[in-house]
T-cell receptor, first 114, second 114 residues
Framework: AQSVTQPDIHITVSEGASLELRCNYSYGATPYLFWYVQSPGQGLQLLLKYFSGDTLVQGIKGFEAEFKRSQSSFNLRKPSVHWSDAAEYFCAVALSGGYQKVTFGTGTKLQVIP | DAGVTQSPTHLIKTRGQQVTLRCSPKSGHDTVSWYQQALGQGPQFIFQYYEEEERQRGNFPDRFSGHQFPNYSSELNVNALLLGDSALYLC?????????????FGQGTRLTVV
């Protein structure tokens, strides 16, 4: 069964600092990979997705992620964090497209300090 | 485009009662999935509906059931509510005809069982 691990439950960064959120997946083949963001009490917004091709994926709000097959990782990065980025971030995988069930990690809560 | 809409936004029920949550998919989407997100956790897949039939199911008891209507909207029903059913219930929609696409999520229904 596919699984997703986000080893960092909580991360605190200063505004303007760089950010990297870690994600590792377990699956027999290359799955479809996603990063979602969730603000308190809200639904999930897609930041970016990887299906195939270029392993460096650009998303919204200045985020990017890099797929590394050898490490089964899909880490999320942002060069300069803004206070509005404070939220919870979920890495997720699916067998194929969005019409398959999506398996989520447990999330990483990001706190941004001035 | 209204996106994925869910109703109600909040709900309080008593243990043992039954509840129905509703979801309208994004325009052009024909597949609806339901997820349960307990506090501090990532969303967990409940089931998925396509062509008015349950196509996939996660590890949830039979107390959780659903329905999809000809207009692609969907309902999630939970019988004999337990305190542990308190969670944010998220609906996601997508299209079977488009493989390389993600699931779009609604804002969720916050269910509290007392």
């Amino acid at each position: 069964a596919q699984s997703v691990t986000q080893p960092d439950i909580h991360i605190t960064v200063s505004e303007g600092a760089s950010l990297e959120l870690r994600c590792n997946y377990s699956y027999g083949a290359t799955p479809y990979l996603f990063w979602y963001v969730q603000s308190p009490g809200q639904g999930l917004q897609l930041l970016l997705k990887y299906f195939s091709g270029d392993t460096l994926v650009q998303g919204i709000k200045g985020f990017e992620a890099e797929f590394k097959r050898s490490q089964s990782s899909f880490n999320l990065r942002k060069p300069s964090v803004h206070w509005s980025d404070a939220a919870e971030y979920f890495c997720a995988v699916a067998l194929s497209g969005g019409y398959q069930k999506v398996t989520f990690g447990t999330g990483t809560k990001l706190q941004v300090i001035p | 485009d209204a996106g994925v809409t869910q109703s109600p936004t909040h709900l309080i029920k008593t243990r043992g009662q039954q509840v129905t949550l509703r979801c309208s998919p994004k325009s052009g989407h024909d597949t609806v999935s339901w997820y349960q997100q307990a506090l501090g956790q990532g969303p967990q897949f409940i089931f998925q509906y396509y062509e008015e039939e349950e196509r996939q199911r996660g590890n949830f008891p039979d107390r959780f059931s659903g329905h999809q209507f000809p207009n692609y909207s969907s309902e999630l029903n939970v019988n004999a509510l337990l305190l542990g059913d308190s969670a944010l219930y998220l609906c996601a929609s997508t299209s079977q005809g488009r493989k390389n696409t993600e699931a779009f999520f609604g804002q969720g229904t916050r269910l509290t069982v007392v």
